[in-house]
C-alpha cells in the first residue's frame, strides 16, 4: 500500500473540508458534504487501512500492534502505516469538532469573525479549539437556556 499516497489524499480531503467550513457560506448541501464526504470518506479510509493493517493483509511495521504499553504504542506509529491511521484518525474526529463547534455557534448567533479563530484551533489543535469554544460559549449558553 502507498502510505504516502494515502497520507496526501486524507490531507486534502481534510483541508477541503475546513476551507469549506471556515470561508463559504453554511448552506445545507455544504455542512452535508463535509459531514458526509468529508467526516464520513475520513472515516471510511479510517476503517479500511486499519482492517487491512490488523487483518495482515498489509505490512504494518515491526512489533505488531500493541496497545497495552507505551511502547506497544510507539512503535504502532513508528510505521507508516500506523502514523496514516493515527493521523487519519485525529483529522476525522478534529473535523467533526469543528462542525459541530460551527453548527453550534452558528445556532447561538455567534458571528463568523469569532468563530473563524476558533475552528483555526480546532484545525490545528483540536482540543484547544474545543476547550476554547467551550469557555467561550458557555455564559451565551447559560444566558439562552440552550445548553445543547
Known sequence: MDWSFVF????????AAWIGLIALPRWPALLSA????????????YAA??????????P???GGTDFT???????????DAGVVIGWTHYLAF?????????????AKYFSRWLQA????ATFMAGPVGLL??????????RASGRWS
Open 34 to 45: 463535509i459531514m458526509y464526504a468529508g467526516i464520513g470518506l475520513l472515516c471510511l479510509i
Open 49 to 58: 487501512c486499519l482492517i487491512a493493517v490488523l487483518g495482515g493483509f498489509v
Open 94 to 106: 478534529d473535523l467533526f469538532v469543528g462542525l459541530w463547534i460551527a453548527r453550534d455557534a452558528d
Open 60 to 62: 504494518a511495521g515491526e
Open 117 to 120: 479563530p476558533i475552528l483555526l
Open 132 to 141: 476554547i469554544w467551550l469557555l467561550v460559549r458557555e455564559p451565551r449558553a
Open 8 to 15: 496526501s489524499t486524507v490531507n486534502f480531503m481534510a483541508l
Open 69 to 79: 504499553s507505551i511502547e506497544g504504542v510507539r512503535a504502532i506509529f513508528g510505521s
